[in-house]
């Protein structure tokens, strides 16, 4: 079977850059402390005492981790995941109430959001773009401007970002550095929006919470109205239902991604190895 190269989505970006590879700082210091308390030691420097035997194992093990840096687990589960579904030829998918509303959403949001902050020319982008490290699709990508945007939808009022002055969420600043650097732009804007529930999501809701109160499933006007006014935010200003962050490119968070798409390639090609030994020794 013929695999392809691993290149890291856009949207995944954060699952291998997580955790630190070889020595942590703390780690680092203590590399440090052992092995000059070893070189003194050896070097018979007055009041210096030997390693014990405990910190010599420590010291080995320290200087082992640091020549052959390793994944950190995230990254590794990652990878695992990321080969079972080329070998099973299948992708592992996750849906929920909050991510059909984004789905079903998204043009709209592009549209709201485009003529309240006079994107001009802005429109659903549909182009895959890939290198040899990465690959991904921008929502909307506006090259005069040098600029690329992602529009998130939030589920509700509690969910959207209203008061937040950074990022929220934990790997959508990875995401747009990988679209940057896919697209050679300079700047990103992530664009959260608020929009009107669609029907059937509000249906849905509204029968979750029929059966909730014991009604059976069986949607009382009252109960519709209530859902419905809840779900609803198209009567209340821009300032109350956009919120948008800005990033700049950061070379250093892009390379750092190379370098661990390069380790993530290793790690999948030992456990292709691995998987062949033990296919040969059944």
Not at 113 to 118: I, V
Not at 125 to 140: A, K, L, R, S, V
Not at 210 to 220: L, R
């Amino acid at each position: 079977m013929s695999l392809p190269i691993f290149k890291i989505r856009a949207s995944a970006a954060h699952e291998i850059l997580a955790g630190s590879v070889g020595l942590t700082d703390v780690q680092s210091a203590k590399l440090f402390e052992l092995s000059t308390r070893k070189k003194d030691a050896d070097s018979k420097v007055p009041g210096v005492k030997p390693l014990t035997d405990k910190m010599g194992i420590e010291l080995t093990s320290l200087i082992y981790k640091f020549e052959n840096p390793e994944l950190p687990e995230g990254a590794k589960t990652y990878c695992q995941k990321w080969l079972k579904e080329q070998l099973y030829n299948r992708r592992k998918h996750f849906t929920n109430r909050y991510l059909e509303k984004g789905i079903q959403c998204e043009d709209g949001a592009i549209e709201f959001a485009a003529e309240y902050h006079e994107w001009v020319g802005a429109c659903k982008n549909d182009e895959w773009f890939e290198d040899d490290y990465m690959q991904g699709t921008p929502d909307i990508i506006l090259d005069s401007e040098n600029h690329v945007i992602d529009i998130k939808n939030s589920y509700d009022a509690f969910s959207f970002p209203l008061f937040e002055t950074e990022i929220p969420t934990k790997g959508y600043e990875t995401q747009l550095q990988v679209y940057l650097a896919l697209t050679g732009h300079e700047r990103a804007t992530l664009c959260y929006c608020l929009m009107d529930a669609p029907l059937d999501i509000m249906k849905e809701e509204m029968r979750r919470l029929s059966w909730k109160e014991g009604s059976m499933g069986a949607i009382s006007d009252e109960l519709y109205q209530k859902v419905k006014s809840e779900m609803t935010y198209s009567n209340l200003i821009p300032e109350l239902r956009l919120k948008s962050f800005t990033v700049v490119k950061d070379s250093s968070v892009i390379n750092e991604l190379r370098v661990r798409v390069d380790m993530c390639r290793e790690y999948i090609a030992s456990l292709i190895g691995a998987k062949v030994e033990l296919l040969k020794a059944a």
